[in-house]
């Protein structure tokens, strides 16, 4: 007689829950032994939660440029500013549009926060313009016909002092700022406005000569820009008082590049300079790059530029006619929202590479390198609007989040309890390790990835709770059909794992895929809560095929749940279960006939 065929054994195949328990349990101490050892044992808190500012730029008609505000340059215009703060060193600053043509800047509190702000408000296009006339500005200023003109006595000679010739030139300015190129070169370099730029002279560059100079003009009026509308440019000059904030704001502004123009500088504090100003010849988008750096001869702060191809050609362009000038006419300003921000002089032409060197510290070297890598934007913007959030209020948010997390939670917990008694033990043990793993990759990918916890992220966090919570209810659901159907808890454990873990997996995958389409076509502070969504979702499978699943196997061998008594939540009494299915069959079975 044939051996009976061995059923396919529920029971069999149980794996080694053991290892998968050791498993989770050693990822749980790296992540919070890297979290401690980095000294970030708190996840970073967003603008909504930390305090900050949020400043509304609206985007700008230019004269001439109809259709300039399209979505093209408006992407273009936030990654610009968004590179710009992001230069200055301030972590987790949001930039995102809003509607057509406005630009929201969320900047946290924190380092740089403030000097980020002023440099964002400055938004407008930037330009290299060769400098006509220079004058000091204010209620003393001299007039432009008894001013002190640039002296057409000559030029200077090699190795005379800059500090000399400026006297001569420009008394009431202040001296000492020189800029110098990348390469060892001869250069004398003067110094009005108190900064100058050189750089190393390539073989077909020419060298300023004496006998090359045409004499300087003996005033600014003998020495009117070419321009069309001379008269009335100068007239604006006479007029403008860089002093009067509303003045030195609108001077130049939204004027095009081809035309002269009026504007205002400041080389020292609480001091201005007005300028008469040409047409633009260089543009920010022909700085490939520029920083502040301290330069190794003389361990002073300088601004090094470089420029792409095409902007070299057109620097030594203008810096080799500017060299053959007489002060003040051989500078070029550095034109940025229509304010001159530094106009120093030239004395050799230059093409890639240049130094702007003087009086600059570390903040002022670095806000200008920062301005020239960054400043030309497409677009001109309005500062409409500045909120500050303080840290009170964003301290509010947070209590008021985690407290309707907590409520969320015991809600949970009380339903757990009471419907699956025992089982609600194997719950709350999977949920905590679920927020532990949370807290610690929150707080590492704070520094990792500058990610920051904002307020729409803690609600992402407690819809996760739920989305968790689910997946335990799933499978022991399974487990209890499989105890109705008549089996014993050990095989309904693994019957009824398979299942589960479909039905899990789905959820889980339309749940991920909703985070990453949100996180993909929003902006901003969804951006957080669908991060936050899909992380947890993400944690939810490891929590559940890791610890839950070999905790309820490892639980299953105890007395306390396989007896299935009334507070185990497996009692097969209150399940309604049927009587053993295999029982049933042998009953039923006919029996095989006696051989004769």
Known sequence: MAAPKKGRGPAVGQGRPGRALALILIAMVALAGGMFLSGHTTPRLGIDLAGGTSITLEAQNQPGKPNAINQTNMDTAVGIIERRVNGLGVSEAEVQTQGNKNIIVNIPKGTNSKQAQEQVGTTAQLYFRPVLTVQASGPEAPKPSDSASP???????????????????????PQGEEATGSEATPSASATTQGRAVTGALTKDDPTPGASDKPKAPESPEASPPADPATAKLQEEFTKLDCTDPKQRTDAGKNAKPTDSIVACGSNVPGSYEKYILGPAEVSGADVDDAKGAIDQQSGEWIVSMEFTSAGAKKFQT??????????PMNQFAIVLDGEVVSAPSVRQALSKNAQISGSFDQQSAEDLGNILSYGALPLTFKEVSVTTVTAALGSEQLQAGLIAGAIGLALVIIYLVVYYRGLAFIALLSLLVSGILTYTIMALLGPAIGFALNLPAVCGAIVAIGITADSFIVYFERIRDEIREGRTLRPAIERAWPRARRTILVSDFVSFLAAAVLFIVTVGKVQGFAFTLGLTTLLDVVVVFLFTKPLMTLMGRTKFFSKGGPWSGLDPKRLGAQPPLRRSRRVNAPTEPKEA
């Open 318 to 327: 203008i810096t080799g006619r500017l060299a053959q000038q007489q002060p």
């Open 151 to 173: 002296s057409a006595s000559g030029t200077p000679k090699p190795g005379e002092s800059a500090q000399g010739e400026d006297k001569a030139t420009d008394g009431d300015k």
